[in-house]
């Protein structure tokens, strides 16, 4: 396992060099503002490229059944198919619907884990975009309970 | 107690001396130093002040003391303090002892209220659900109490304003406004004796709980 | 996507029948989501912080922490965190954790200790203690609490925190153990530990400094300790008081055995 | 400047998984202050990572991840011992990198 310290002593000097260099040039890097303002699954798919949508036993999406709390709700999307481009977490009834959005190259596994903030109970998205502009997307409900005191 | 012993807890600092007695201190001088150290180490925040604390009531004061020493209180202090919160129990003014049940489940969901980080002007909940099953439609609710989950049901009130149904529905006031009335060292805050929640939420809560179309009862 | 929106109804559907179902699968949805969150615990943010603000030099002293003395000799954390609170002969007084980095942040680095624990948690130089205290109490992750009562001061805390801890008060007559005093209770969804006794590993004292997911925050026990006493409807308990680290010592001390899995994450 | 990441490389065959934890607020825009002032959003808006020094992997992410957000992903073609690079860039423009050794 990484060793604390070192992971520390190199962050300085990495850190260092990079707020010289400024933020590496990639390909996927530009920011797709339109894609995270989009209110819903639909046209946030759209805004990053996608022309048709379907659903798809192709698409995972992991997460839990119930959140004990939505400020923390683990999810995932994957696809093991050929050809992905883009592939989003999206929260169906949060403001903007679109958390997060992996570029996918040769260079990675399609399959990406984070976290996102749920306001309620809600389907949850992972939405693949395909290099022809379809978009294919998997589902699942995930319930979030009002935790604590309620105070 | 000794004298020295005395001595040593005038004041904080010496509380050390206490300690260094050869004879381990009796449980009237644990209570003191407790007293001490918890005036010396709580301070009022916002509208919440030390007096919540030192100035508890005797109910409040028995209770713990049983609890510390691990045996309940004797029947007969246990009456008498139940008498006495009895006797403060405050009755409805106007007579009308069933509210609306809808804002009952409100008051009952909310754990709002007398916290230092609440404003002392706001609404307080209930904490109802903090401890009890109440509607089973909320499947997030506590155990520490027991399940009121088909209160009135269960208790054959199909209409709370039946004399036959008088008894369950007083007990069910009282219960709410001072729980210490029937049961001396119970678990339960005095929702109505101590200011928790006023006549108008207590009465919602007995409509949670006892009006037949509440969904308590369903 | 009219199937979707039509799915989602049906699941809606699905999911408001059957309560007594709907309860069991729950508890047991929410222990799936507390597995989830196991593996990348924002506490070790605050753990990797404390290690680096343990041995940097800061303060007006310019030194650093690494020949503090929390219990085992100057220099020694390993182990540190599963005998506190304990007698300080150097301070002549009990402290826990939290109050001896202070104290070291004042003898050692110059900073003022009473201007420390007055600052509210989460800010400034408190913040670093809340990271100071994660490293530290990581370095025992595993260990099994084992608090001393050998000095006479250890009893007396003892037996104050145990009436602490019994104490009703408060707009609404909670003590502790009101929450804590039986087995198998919990406050809505959460499940509460005993803690008049040992309540198993990991649990109750020997999971704390633990990472709250609700705010994300890093809470040590003295805020642990805080924010219960403000549920609790009681007044503000001071920072590193008396109180605080008696009522500490009752519960560590009935934590004797139990392994502890600081920092934890939390609700 | 923002706090060190934490980053876990741990290789398994020809690749490695790649846990990433980051110091960050990640307000959302949506919250409001004490004053019912909304408090503006600050997030992490793009996340790269480079394998000995190669782009291999990015991301953007919007004000709905939660805060001190956690990573996961998967890097191919990749042995103990290589160099894993992650940054992260906010909508106020402030970065971060930290690489690890995989392990």
Redesign the interface.
């Known amino acids: 396992m990484q060793n604390r310290r070192e992971t520390l002593k190199h962050s300085a000097v990495v850190a260092g060099l990079l707020a010289t260099a400024g933020f590496p040039e990639f390909a996927h890097a530009a920011f797709n503002k339109a894609a995270f303002d989009a209110k819903s699954v639909q046209d946030s798919a759209k805004a990053a490229g996608a022309t048709s949508i379907a659903e798809s036993k192709d698409v995972t999406i992991t997460g839990p059944d119930i959140a004990e709390n939505g400020a923390v709700v683990p999810l995932g999307a994957g696809t093991a198919l050929a050809g992905v481009k883009h592939l989003m977490i999206m929260v169906e009834k949060n403001p903007s619907s679109l958390v997060a959005m992996f570029h996918v190259t040769d260079a990675v596994e399609a399959n990406f884990s984070t976290r996102a903030k749920m306001g309620q109970s809600s389907d949850v998205y992972a939405v693949a975009i395909m290099n022809d502009g379809k978009a294919l997307w998997a589902k699942k409900e995930v319930k979030v309970t009002l935790g604590g005191c309620g105070g | 107690m000794n004298k020295k012993t005395q001595l040593a807890l005038t004041s904080l600092a010496a509380t050390l001396l206490v300690a260094g007695c050869a004879s381990s201190p009796s449980v009237v001088e644990f209570n003191a130093l407790t007293d001490k150290i918890v005036k010396a180490s709580f301070r009022d925040q916002s509208h919440v002040k030390v007096e919540r604390i030192t100035a508890t009531d005797e109910t409040n004061r028995l209770c713990s003391e049983a609890d510390v020493a691990g045996k309940p209180l004797d029947e007969k202090t246990a009456k008498r303090i139940e008498e006495a919160n009895l006797k403060a129990i405050k009755w409805p003014s106007d007579g009308k002892f069933i509210g609306d049940w809808k804002e009952g489940e409100k008051i009952a969901q909310s754990g709002r209220g007398l916290t230092w980080t609440d404003k002392a002007d706001d609404t307080n909940g209930g904490n109802c659900y903090n401890c009890h099953k109440i509607d089973q439609k909320e499947i997030s609710y506590g155990t520490i109490g027991p399940s009121l989950y088909n209160y009135g049901k269960i208790r054959g009130v199909s209409n709370p304003n039946d004399p036959a149904s008088k008894a369950i529905v007083e007990y069910t006031w009282g219960k709410i406004w001072n729980a210490k009335a029937y049961n001396a060292c119970s678990n339960m805050p005095r929702a109505g004796h101590t200011g928790i929640l006023n006549e108008t939420q207590v009465r919602h809560i007995v409509g949670l709980l006892l009006d037949p179309k509440s969904p308590v009862n369903q | 996507m009219n199937k979707a929106s039509s799915l989602a109804v049906a699941t809606a559907l699905a999911l408001s029948t059957m309560p007594a179902l709907a309860q069991k699968t729950a508890s047991q949805g929410i222990d799936e989501y507390r597995a989830m969150l196991q593996d990348g615990n924002p506490a070790d943010l605050f753990e990797a912080k404390g290690e680096d603000l343990w041995k940097k030099a800061r303060g007006p002293k310019n030194a650093s922490l690494e020949k503090c003395d929390l219990g085992k000799g100057p220099g020694v954390f390993k182990g540190a965190f599963v005998e506190l609170p304990k007698y300080f002969a150097d301070t002549q007084r009990m402290q826990d954790l939290e109050s001896r980095l202070v104290t070291c942040m004042e003898t050692l680095q110059g900073f003022n200790a009473a201007e420390i624990s007055k600052t509210a948690f989460g800010h400034g130089e408190m913040a670093n203690v809340t990271s100071l205290a994660t490293f530290i109490a990581a370095e025992s992750k595993g260990q099994r609490f084992n608090l001393s009562q050998a000095h006479s001061q250890e009893k007396t805390f003892y037996e104050v925190g145990k009436r602490l801890f019994f104490q009703r008060g408060g707009s609404h007559d909670f003590s502790c153990a009101s929450c804590h005093g039986e087995e198998g209770k919990r406050i809505r969804l959460q499940d509460l530990p005993m803690l008049t006794k040992n309540p198993g590993d990991g649990v109750g004292f020997a999971a704390w400094p633990a990472y709250r997911v609700s705010n994300g925050q890093m809470w040590s026990m003295q805020l642990r300790l805080n924010d219960c006493y403000r549920q609790q409807r009681f007044p503000y308990p001071g920072f590193g008081s008396d109180a605080t680290i008696a009522l500490s010592t009752y519960l560590g001390v009935n934590a004797k055995g139990a392994a502890s899995v600081a920092p934890a994450i939390k609700r | ?1 923002a ?8 290789s398994s065959g020809d ?1 490695a998984t790649v ?1 990433v ?3 960050h ?2 307000e ?1 825009g ?1 919250r409001k202050d004490a004053s019912g002032k909304t408090v503006p959003a600050w997030f992490i ?2 996340v ?1 990572a ?2 000995n020094g ?9 004000p ?14 990749v042995k103990a011992g290589d160099k894993i ?1 992650v ?1 992260w ?1 906010d909508n106020k423009g402030d ?7 995989v ?1």
């Open positions: 400047m706090d060190p990441m934490r980053i876990r490389a741990q690749k846990r934890l980051m110091s607020e990640m959302s949506q808006q793009e790269t480079k394998h190669k782009d291999v992997f990015s991301a953007e992410w919007g709905a991840v939660s805060k001190n957000p956690f990573l996961q992903f998967a890097v191919k073609g690079a940054t860039k970065t971060r990198t930290d690489e690890a050794t392990s």
